[in-house]
Protein backbone atom coordinates (compact mmCIF):
# COMPACT_ATOMS: atom_id res chain seq x y z
CA UNK A 1 0.00 0.00 0.00
CA UNK A 2 1.31 3.84 -0.80
CA UNK A 3 -0.28 5.29 1.99
CA UNK A 4 -0.88 8.96 2.16
CA UNK A 5 0.83 10.40 -1.02
CA UNK A 6 1.83 13.55 -1.71
CA UNK A 7 2.21 15.44 -4.95
CA UNK A 8 4.40 17.85 -5.94
CA UNK A 9 7.71 17.35 -2.87
CA UNK A 10 9.09 20.22 -3.92
CA UNK A 11 7.76 23.84 -5.94
CA UNK A 12 8.97 27.17 -5.97
CA UNK A 13 6.68 29.76 -6.45
CA UNK A 14 6.87 33.59 -7.00
CA UNK A 15 4.68 36.04 -5.06
CA UNK A 16 0.87 36.14 -6.60
CA UNK A 17 1.18 32.89 -8.18
CA UNK A 18 -1.55 30.04 -7.28
CA UNK A 19 -1.24 26.36 -7.21
CA UNK A 20 -2.94 23.09 -5.44
CA UNK A 21 -1.07 20.54 -3.19
CA UNK A 22 -2.44 17.54 -3.81
CA UNK A 23 -2.80 14.66 -1.42
CA UNK A 24 -4.15 10.95 -1.42
CA UNK A 25 -4.78 8.29 0.71
CA UNK A 26 -5.60 4.46 0.03
CA UNK A 27 -6.41 3.27 3.25
CA UNK A 28 -9.83 4.24 3.30
CA UNK A 29 -9.90 6.63 5.97
CA UNK A 30 -12.60 9.12 6.60
CA UNK A 31 -10.92 11.89 8.35
CA UNK A 32 -7.83 14.00 6.67
CA UNK A 33 -5.78 16.67 7.73
CA UNK A 34 -3.36 19.58 6.63
CA UNK A 35 -0.74 20.76 8.09
CA UNK A 36 2.38 23.43 7.81
CA UNK A 37 5.87 22.70 9.34
CA UNK A 38 7.93 25.69 9.96
CA UNK A 39 10.86 25.96 12.06
CA UNK A 40 10.32 26.20 15.83
CA UNK A 41 6.40 26.72 14.79
CA UNK A 42 6.04 22.37 15.18
CA UNK A 43 3.19 21.19 12.83
CA UNK A 44 0.47 23.78 12.95
CA UNK A 45 -3.24 22.80 11.66
CA UNK A 46 -4.02 24.56 8.56
CA UNK A 47 -7.83 22.52 7.69
CA UNK A 48 -9.64 19.35 8.36
CA UNK A 49 -11.89 16.93 6.81
CA UNK A 50 -13.83 14.91 9.26
CA UNK A 51 -15.64 12.99 6.11
CA UNK A 52 -15.95 13.40 2.91
CA UNK A 53 -17.83 16.61 1.77
CA UNK A 54 -17.12 18.48 5.49
CA UNK A 55 -14.50 20.42 5.74
CA UNK A 56 -13.18 23.01 8.81
CA UNK A 57 -10.92 25.27 9.83
CA UNK A 58 -7.55 24.45 11.79
CA UNK A 59 -5.12 26.93 13.54
CA UNK A 60 -3.61 28.62 10.73
CA UNK A 61 -6.46 28.83 7.56
CA UNK A 62 -5.82 32.42 6.33
CA UNK A 63 -4.64 32.47 2.50
CA UNK A 64 -5.63 28.51 2.00
CA UNK A 65 -8.70 26.86 0.49
CA UNK A 66 -9.21 23.22 0.47
CA UNK A 67 -11.66 20.31 -1.24
CA UNK A 68 -12.33 17.15 -0.10
CA UNK A 69 -13.06 15.86 -3.73
CA UNK A 70 -13.86 12.47 -2.27
CA UNK A 71 -13.04 10.17 0.00
CA UNK A 72 -9.97 9.46 -1.21
CA UNK A 73 -8.43 13.12 -1.99
CA UNK A 74 -7.93 16.37 -0.10
CA UNK A 75 -6.08 19.40 -1.75
CA UNK A 76 -4.63 22.70 -0.15
CA UNK A 77 -5.18 25.67 -2.54
CA UNK A 78 -3.10 28.72 -2.67
CA UNK A 79 -4.78 31.40 -4.65
CA UNK A 80 -1.64 34.02 -4.22
CA UNK A 81 1.34 32.54 -2.49
CA UNK A 82 3.04 35.64 -0.08
CA UNK A 83 6.47 34.95 1.18
CA UNK A 84 5.16 33.76 4.70
CA UNK A 85 3.50 30.58 2.79
CA UNK A 86 7.06 29.31 2.62
CA UNK A 87 6.60 25.77 4.38
CA UNK A 88 6.70 22.03 4.55
CA UNK A 89 3.21 20.91 4.42
CA UNK A 90 2.01 17.78 5.52
CA UNK A 91 -1.05 15.63 4.33
CA UNK A 92 -2.41 13.26 7.04
CA UNK A 93 -5.12 10.72 7.76
CA UNK A 94 -6.80 8.83 10.39
CA UNK A 95 -9.79 5.85 10.31
CA UNK A 96 -11.69 8.14 12.13
CA UNK A 97 -11.97 11.69 14.71
CA UNK A 98 -12.40 11.09 17.92
CA UNK A 99 -11.49 7.22 18.25
CA UNK A 100 -8.28 5.61 18.93
CA UNK A 101 -6.64 6.13 15.74
CA UNK A 102 -3.46 7.30 14.81
CA UNK A 103 -2.67 9.90 12.14
CA UNK A 104 -0.49 8.21 9.10
CA UNK A 105 1.45 11.33 7.58
CA UNK A 106 2.43 11.53 3.70
CA UNK A 107 5.84 12.56 2.99
CA UNK A 108 5.55 15.99 2.71
CA UNK A 109 5.65 19.23 -0.08
CA UNK A 110 8.26 21.78 0.61
CA UNK A 111 7.02 25.14 -0.90
CA UNK A 112 9.12 28.14 -1.16
CA UNK A 113 7.30 31.26 -2.10
CA UNK A 114 9.97 33.99 -3.71
CA UNK B 1 -4.43 26.03 20.73
CA UNK B 2 -1.27 24.07 20.57
CA UNK B 3 -0.51 22.26 24.01
CA UNK B 4 2.77 23.09 25.48
CA UNK B 5 5.57 20.87 25.32
CA UNK B 6 8.77 20.77 27.61
CA UNK B 7 11.37 21.19 27.48
CA UNK B 8 11.85 22.64 23.71
CA UNK B 9 15.13 20.22 23.58
CA UNK B 10 17.15 17.77 25.72
CA UNK B 11 20.36 16.18 24.81
CA UNK B 12 21.36 12.59 26.69
CA UNK B 13 24.59 9.95 26.41
CA UNK B 14 23.30 6.27 24.79
CA UNK B 15 21.47 4.85 27.57
CA UNK B 16 20.33 7.57 29.80
CA UNK B 17 16.60 8.59 30.86
CA UNK B 18 14.43 11.22 29.22
CA UNK B 19 11.01 12.95 30.56
CA UNK B 20 9.05 15.06 27.87
CA UNK B 21 5.47 16.42 28.53
CA UNK B 22 2.81 17.56 27.09
CA UNK B 23 0.16 20.25 28.86
CA UNK B 24 -3.41 21.33 27.59
CA UNK B 25 -5.46 24.15 28.41
CA UNK B 26 -8.58 22.37 27.37
CA UNK B 27 -10.43 19.00 28.26
CA UNK B 28 -9.11 16.19 26.39
CA UNK B 29 -10.37 13.04 24.50
CA UNK B 30 -6.56 11.82 24.06
CA UNK B 31 -2.96 12.72 23.60
CA UNK B 32 -1.02 11.61 20.43
CA UNK B 33 2.78 11.34 20.66
CA UNK B 34 4.77 11.04 17.23
CA UNK B 35 8.27 11.33 16.72
CA UNK B 36 9.77 13.06 13.46
CA UNK B 37 13.62 12.30 11.67
CA UNK B 38 15.05 14.68 9.99
CA UNK B 39 13.90 15.77 6.33
CA UNK B 40 10.85 12.72 7.24
CA UNK B 41 6.98 12.51 7.72
CA UNK B 42 6.19 12.04 11.64
CA UNK B 43 5.39 8.72 12.98
CA UNK B 44 3.18 7.70 15.29
CA UNK B 45 4.38 5.99 18.75
CA UNK B 46 1.29 6.11 21.02
CA UNK B 47 -1.80 6.92 22.18
CA UNK B 48 -3.77 7.87 25.30
CA UNK B 49 -7.09 8.06 26.35
CA UNK B 50 -9.46 9.58 28.83
CA UNK B 51 -10.06 6.79 30.48
CA UNK B 52 -6.70 5.26 30.89
CA UNK B 53 -6.73 3.41 27.59
CA UNK B 54 -3.30 3.12 25.83
CA UNK B 55 -2.18 2.11 22.03
CA UNK B 56 1.56 1.75 21.54
CA UNK B 57 3.91 0.52 18.97
CA UNK B 58 7.19 0.74 20.47
CA UNK B 59 9.24 0.12 24.02
CA UNK B 60 8.15 3.81 24.64
CA UNK B 61 5.51 4.81 27.55
CA UNK B 62 3.80 7.52 28.88
CA UNK B 63 1.32 8.86 31.31
CA UNK B 64 -1.79 10.65 30.83
CA UNK B 65 -3.31 12.94 33.85
CA UNK B 66 -6.66 13.42 33.06
CA UNK B 67 -7.38 15.84 35.83
CA UNK B 68 -4.26 18.31 35.23
CA UNK B 69 -4.36 17.98 31.23
CA UNK B 70 -0.99 16.70 31.18
CA UNK B 71 1.03 13.96 29.26
CA UNK B 72 4.29 13.01 29.78
CA UNK B 73 6.72 9.99 27.46
CA UNK B 74 9.20 8.25 29.27
CA UNK B 75 12.38 7.31 26.64
CA UNK B 76 14.16 4.79 29.03
CA UNK B 77 17.88 3.24 28.33
CA UNK B 78 17.73 5.84 25.29
CA UNK B 79 19.27 4.65 22.00
CA UNK B 80 20.86 6.69 19.16
CA UNK B 81 17.83 5.44 16.99
CA UNK B 82 15.89 7.78 19.44
CA UNK B 83 17.10 11.05 18.15
CA UNK B 84 14.61 13.23 16.48
CA UNK B 85 11.94 15.28 17.41
CA UNK B 86 9.12 14.48 19.52
CA UNK B 87 5.37 15.97 19.18
CA UNK B 88 2.54 16.08 21.78
CA UNK B 89 -0.85 15.97 19.67
CA UNK B 90 -4.24 16.92 21.42
CA UNK B 91 -7.71 16.14 20.57
CA UNK B 92 -10.55 17.28 22.22
CA UNK B 93 -13.59 19.67 22.21
CA UNK B 94 -16.56 19.36 20.04
CA UNK B 95 -14.66 18.87 16.84
CA UNK B 96 -11.92 16.38 18.11
CA UNK B 97 -8.96 18.28 15.36
CA UNK B 98 -5.98 16.87 15.88
CA UNK B 99 -3.84 20.17 16.67
CA UNK B 100 0.05 19.71 17.96
CA UNK B 101 2.96 21.39 19.83
CA UNK B 102 5.87 22.89 18.95
CA UNK B 103 7.83 19.78 19.25
CA UNK B 104 11.11 18.87 21.82
CA UNK B 105 14.57 17.72 19.88
CA UNK B 106 15.96 15.01 21.20
CA UNK B 107 19.83 14.36 20.55
CA UNK B 108 21.46 11.17 21.70
CA UNK B 109 24.84 10.88 21.56
CA UNK B 110 27.64 8.13 21.98
Known amino acids: NAGVTQTPKFQVLKTGQSMTLQCAQD?????MYWYRQDPGMGLRLIYY???????DKGEVPNGYNVSRLNKREFSLRLESAAPSQTSVYFCASRPDRGINTEAFFGQGTRLTVV | QQPVQSPQAVILREGEDAVINCSSS?????VHWYRQKHGEAPVFLMILLKGGEQKGHEKISASFNEKKQQSSLYLTASQLSYSGTYFC???????????FGKGTLLTVNP
Open chain 2, 89 to 99: GHEGGSNYKLT
Open chain 1, 49 to 55: SASEGTT
Open chain 2, 26 to 30: KALYS
Open chain 1, 27 to 31: MNHNS
